[in-house]
T-cell receptor
Framework: DGGITQSPKYLFRKEGQNVTLSCEQN?????MYWYRQDPGQGLRLIYY???????QKGDIAEGYSVSREKKESFPLTVTSAQKNPTAFYLC????????????FGPGTRLLVL | EDKVVQSPLSLVVHEGDTVTLNCSYE??????LLWYKQEKKAPTFLFML????IEKKSGRLSSILDKKELFSILNITATQTGDSAVYLC????????????FGSGTQLTVLP
């Protein structure tokens, strides 16, 4: 079964904790992206990676960290420095090519207790 | 800074109605405009538009881009309750990462 998987589906975090959201893909796509979506708002880019062992900050990278050790995996860590982490987090991937678009995983909903 | 504005923010119609969703943008280096449908979870891709005046069509959905006036519309004819969703518009830049900038979406509710 091909596609993009994100886990967990729901995640609860206590204040001061770091948590890591998983994103795995078996589409052999080169680029991977992390977005945050708040109620009534569009998606905002947190980090992206175009190649293994390389990644760049997006528009709202503060309080987040990522790694890209394997092509298939792009985990996102929400650190305690992120003061308002409650949101819906979406991972996306894209194959290299002019006409290719980004495809999204099912998302992880993070709630801070 | 790239900017995408969608209108209306929300829309309630009855089955069978036709709706038009709007998307205007300001992008320094435009490559394409994309429409996505989001039903509670992951956005699903609808259309990618790169050229002005060429309508893209898929069933009851169609979309067109005006690069001179910097806007796009998404039309849905003969709406069904299954069309209820948030419709997101995004613009893609020409950078190597081809980043997307999203609008805040239009919440469409189709009543039976």
């Amino acid at each position: 079964d091909g596609g993009i998987t994100q886990s967990p589906k729901y995640l609860f975090r206590k204040e001061g904790q770091n948590v890591t959201l998983s994103c795995e893909q078996n589409l052999n796509h080169d680029a991977m992206y992390w977005y945050r979506q708040d109620p009534g708002q569009g998606l905002r880019l947190i980090y992206y990676s175009q190649i293994v062992n390389d990644f760049q900050k997006g528009d709202i990278a503060e309080g987040y960290s990522v790694s890209r050790e394997k092509k298939e995996s792009f985990p996102l860590t929400v650190t305690s420095a992120q003061k308002n982490p409650t949101a819906f987090y979406l991972c996306a991937t894209k194959h290299r090519g002019v006409q290719e678009t980004q495809y999204f995983g099912p998302g992880t909903r993070l709630l801070v207790l | 800074e790239d900017k995408v504005v969608q209108s209306p923010l929300s829309l309630v119609v009855h089955e069978g109605d036709t709706v038009t969703l709007n998307c205007s943008y300001e992008v320094t280096n435009f490559r394409s405009l994309l429409w996505y449908k989001q039903e509670k979870k992951a956005p699903t891709f609808l259309f990618m538009l790169t050229s002005s005046g060429i309508e893209k069509k898929s069933g009851r959905l169609s979309s067109i881009l005006d690069k001179k006036e910097l806007f796009s519309i998404l039309n849905i004819t003969a709406t069904q309750t299954g069309d209820s969703a948030v419709y997101l518009c995004a613009v893609e830049d020409t950078g190597s990462a081809r980043q997307l900038t999203f609008g805040s979406g239009t919440q469409l509710t189709v009543l039976p």
